[in-house]
């Protein structure tokens, strides 16, 4: 097979598989908080029933169930391994720093061109322990499906089948900005996506692991949720216009600050994880 139809068909099969995964953690969940929201929003069961289907869903990605002869791949393409604590420390560290100035580059970007603000149920006027559960939920699900959807099945696939991980890390972060479109068919803002793609699959690969990815991809969802989505939300005239947007400094002072010193800190994590890479490649 020509390396090219080889290196086509292995994202083919990534982007499937990423999408059915996004499409089961990320489309159940929208599904049941509209139903929610409309039937008996005083209660907030989606969060229960999708703690569940998450649950049954991490057990067959995992290997559990049918059929028996891919429960070794799937083990090992969902990068379920344990990390040494001072590794899990290190990589949480790096991604808060990422996340900083990732969260910098958000805000001064859209301060120098419109961002589409993203889509989101209208909360206002529902019960405050549903408001929590849900924000919860979309917190876990989100990072818990994608994580294992792109830094697990669709990068581990493209590592197997082109051979190097920094083109499976790009490659496995456009599609994770891609599946984005429904955030704003936007080049800036699928841009900002891919970036944070970036982040966390370069995590994931130096552990050789989703935990410490999912919790930074969990914080990165606090983050758009109570910082960067209402940003956008809020009508603003451009720096180019003549806006003073009072957030813009100090947005162009994280991405000086904490651009530098994120990649400072990939680069020790390169260094510590080097070894353990090494040893155990595949999970």
């Known amino acids: 097979m020509p390396k090219f139809v080889k290196y086509a068909t292995a994202l083919l099969a990534a982007a499937l598989l990423a999408l059915l995964i996004t499409a089961y953690g990320q489309g159940l969940w929208g599904l049941m908080v509209m139903a929610n929201l409309r039937f008996h929003p005083e209660a907030p069961w989606a969060a229960v029933v999708m703690a569940v289907l998450l649950a049954l869903l991490l057990l067959y990605l995992s290997g559990a169930g049918w059929p028996r002869s891919t429960r070794a791949t799937r083990r090992s393409l969902l990068r379920w391994n344990p990390i040494p604590l001072p590794i899990f420390g290190w990589a949480i560290l790096t991604g808060l720093l990422s996340l900083v100035a990732m969260g910098g580059a958000w805000i001064a970007t859209s ?15 529902y019960p405050l322990v549903t408001v929590v559960s849900f924000l919860i939920m979309g917190s876990v699900a989100a990072p818990l499906s994608e994580e294992a959807a792109f830094r697990g099945y669709a990068q581990g696939i493209l590592e197997h089948a082109w051979g190097w991980a920094p083109a ?10 891609a599946v984005h479109f429904t955030q704003g068919l936007y080049l800036p803002k699928l841009g900002l996506y891919f970036l944070a793609g970036l982040i966390f699959g370069t995590i994931a690969y130096l552990t050789n692991s989703l935990y410490a990815a999912m919790v930074v991809h969990s914080l990165a969802d606090f983050e758009g949720f109570l910082v960067l989505w209402p940003h956008d939300a809020h009508p603003h005239r451009l720096v180019t216009e003549g806006g003073n947007d009072p957030l813009f400094v100090s947005a162009v002072a994280a991405v000086a600050i904490f651009g530098p010193l994120c990649i400072a800190a990939f680069w020790r994590l390169a260094r510590m994880t080097a070894e353990r890479r090494a040893i155990q490649p595949n999970g």
């Open 168 to 177: 499976a890390i790009v490659g496995s972060s456009i599609l994770f900005a």
């Open 111 to 125: 301060d120098f061109i419109h961002i589409p603000p993203g889509i989101t149920p209208k909360m206002a006027g």
